[in-house]
């Protein structure tokens, strides 16, 4: 898989969407689908839901102020009809669109928008989401639970709603685009208490018609959503401890129309290569890219030039095979489908001699014995082994340590717990599409702490004052000069290499026949595994 | 009897409270720490200690053991970190499955257990014999996911007789319990066999021929009698085991059973479900053998309850 079709598909896709506004109007409304999970569905509940599978499909529920152009990484308003900045860059205030009623149908008004913020903020709600308000006035006595509310939100009339930032930050839009700030009703959260994430009232495309535990899930077209002609479908089935094998099956038989995990990877060359089915997969992006940490604390990996030498010495193609080419390889911290990846960028290309000599010029011409982890599921042990013999060619020995998830993450955590990581199966996913999403937490020195998430525990103190400085550029004039700035700051990281970035996997969709829309929402960045809302079926046209 | 059923409860009371002390201990020796996995990436150290505070996981083993078991005694078995459901109402939501799964299965162990072993043992040595001997070791060493997916491609995507998977009605029960059925049902076969052998030699048995008895009544009634003794104390561990959960077979059939529910709250270190089905499991492997116990007189009148 070259890089060069990827940028072909993602245009073409774009191109599709322009074109699906367009007839956007003629598509009828109607049918159904079903999509299938291995897991249950554990939350609803946009201020706890925080995986893979509930992710979208709260997004298709509930609204934020802010959201993505379908298919796109690009910001519009959603619940906002439009928002100001003040010229300090400290303070949004943002207009609500008129009309829009919650699934029980009381009318929105700014008065849910603080509720519904507040609510995440409160240390009783434990929500994971809560830092992400960090920025707003008032979060330290929320958080601390010495406040009931940020004091940075301020109700000027309801439509009308605005937020005082305790710094300028070109992240906030996004913030009020990801889950955690989605409008929620207070009476129905009062009314169902802790299981409210079992009976979400939202203002969202869907509805929730039917949950039986373990079972399925099921969403109807909200009747009342103020987007005309969305959602497309009439019902989305969701059935869940459905195996990912047993589920491929059905979609071939037209029982399953989408495989809410993917693809079974005993299965993937036998679909990809078969002439009936190669064409229901949609290839695409995703905002995700697969590392080695090398932890700076533990020697020899406190010298610069040995990190750079694994970086030479890992073969990236081979790694890609071994996952049967379900990625494209990575020379960044950031994938190519995130604003501000740098396509020039060359990184170090594998070569084993250069390896072998930058070991020598580090004095360790006979190579070192060290360890590496990894998480015990597959493919994560294979490419740990792979990485072991690439780094076994350049002298240097390293001890798998293949554990479950959680254990890797507590080492990862500790100073010296893990010379070095792969962080396959636990990598980053960019909670929104934004290049200082990739930085903070597990780059900055604000990760390097225990029980962080910085495995390579790498804290540079003038990269954390670039970083907070193009965080500061709020002018959407200067959009172009920050995401500049931070392509500036990841080179910077890399010449460090306390990474060894190896791939960025790609998404492969597989949808029933009976589904249609522009392949982008099926490979949407946002959206995983299809744009819910956007999908329609061919059998109602 | 009363006396008797006193001191079983009893018993099982005692071992009740040892399960719950041993899960407890084994849960906290674990490496992971289930607050880090409510609390996400994105958490802040101050939030990681708030939710350790409100779930009481920042007290000494022995108060949260005591905190729950006080819960328990009300009948509250916790909410689930990841889910915040109670998990009363997620154990509930599992059983109707989970004992249709088990009566299933059963059956189809006992139908085709009893009847290889009984044709095996009245013909000892015959090639009928030895094919059942090879059969029921095949269905015992068999791996579950591959027997599974076998019959599901063969009987429901090839054939088309019974849905690919789910659960509702009886043809969605039909694969699921002959996988577990088919596994179980060799063990049965053997031990079967071996015990109507035994009994088959016994004088008795040579009596009820010498008074005329014909052998379809000898081996069903006289000699299947004293046999099924064994059989009926494996039932009783088996219910106990499919109780805690079919997981190979729940995932490839997607039945939602309690197996599913206790594999998923694992990976994700939901402590209060991981307990909660160890308690229930336990209670249900301890009721099976209380059943045997007592079922075992009334097939065999030698056998009299006693502490």
Known sequence: MSRDRLYRTTALAAGLLLASSVWAQEIKQGGAMTVTYKDDVSTLDPAIGYDWQNWSMIKSLFDGLMDYAPGTTDLVPDLAESYTLSDDGLTYTFKLRDGVTFHNGRPLTAEDIAYSINRVVRPETQSPGAGFFGMIEGFDAVASGAAQELSGIRIVDPRTIEFKLSAPNATFLHVMAINFAHAVPREEVERYGQDFGKHPVGTGAFKLEEWTLGQRVVFARNENYYRQGLPRLDRIVFEVGQEPLVALLRLQRGEVDILGDGIPPAKFLEVMESPEWRDNVVEGGQLHTGYVTMNVNVPPFDNKLVRQAVNHAINKDRVIRIINGRAVPANQPLPPAMPGYDPDFEGYPYDPEKAKSLLAEAGLADGFTTELFAMNTDPNPRIAQAIQQDLAAVGIKAELKTLAQANVIAAGGEPTGAPMIWSGGMAWIADFPDPSNFYGPILGCAGAVPGGWNWSWYCNEALDAKAAQADAMVDPAKAEERLALWREIYAEVMADAPWAPVFNEQRFTMRGDRLGGPDAIFVDPVHIPVHYDEVYAKDAQ | ?307
């Open chain 2, 1 to 307: 009897m009363l006396r008797y059923l006193g001191a079983r409860l009893g018993q099982a009371l005692l071992i009740l409270v040892g399960i719950s002390m041993i899960t407890f201990a084994l849960i906290y020796l674990l490496p992971g720490d289930p607050v880090r996995q409510i609390a996400g990436r994105s958490a802040t150290p101050e939030t990681v200690e708030s939710i350790r505070r409100q779930l009481g996981l920042d007290l000494p083993l022995w108060q949260q053991y005591l905190r729950y078991v006080g819960g328990l005694v009300q009948g509250d078995l916790g909410r689930s970190y990841q889910q915040k459901t109670e998990v009363a109402t997620l154990i509930a939501s599992r059983l109707p499955a989970t004992l249709l799964l088990l009566a299933g299965a059963i059956t189809v162990e006992l139908l085709i257990g009893l009847s290889a072993g009984i044709l095996a043992a009245a013909r000892r040595g015959s090639a009928l014999d030895r094919a059942v001997m090879v059969a029921s070791f095949t269905a015992v060493s068999a791996p579950q996911f591959v027997v599974g997916i076998l019959l599901l491609y063969v009987f429901a995507v090839q054939l088309g007789w019974f849905p690919i998977g789910g659960y509702g009605s009886f043809a969605h029960l039909v694969l699921p319990a002959l996988t577990l059925g088919l596994l179980g049902g060799g063990w049965y076969a053997r031990v079967t066999r071996s015990s109507m052998i035994d009994v088959l030699r016994q004088d008795y048995i040579v009596t009820a021929r010498a008074k005329g008895a014909g052998r379809a009544r000898v081996l069903l009634v006289h000699a299947l009698r004293n046999a099924a003794l064994p059989v009926i104390a494996m039932i009783g561990l088996d219910i106990g085991l499919f109780m805690s959960g079919a997981v190979v077979v729940e995932s490839v059939f997607g039945w939602p059973g309690i197996g599913q529910l206790a594999w998923q709250a694992i990976q994700r270190i939901d402590t209060p479900i991981i307990v909660g089905v160890t308690l229930v499991a336990a209670v249900a492997i301890i009721l099976g053998n209380l059943l045997a116990d007592l079922v075992a007189p009334w097939v065999d009148p030698r056998i009299r309850l006693r502490r």
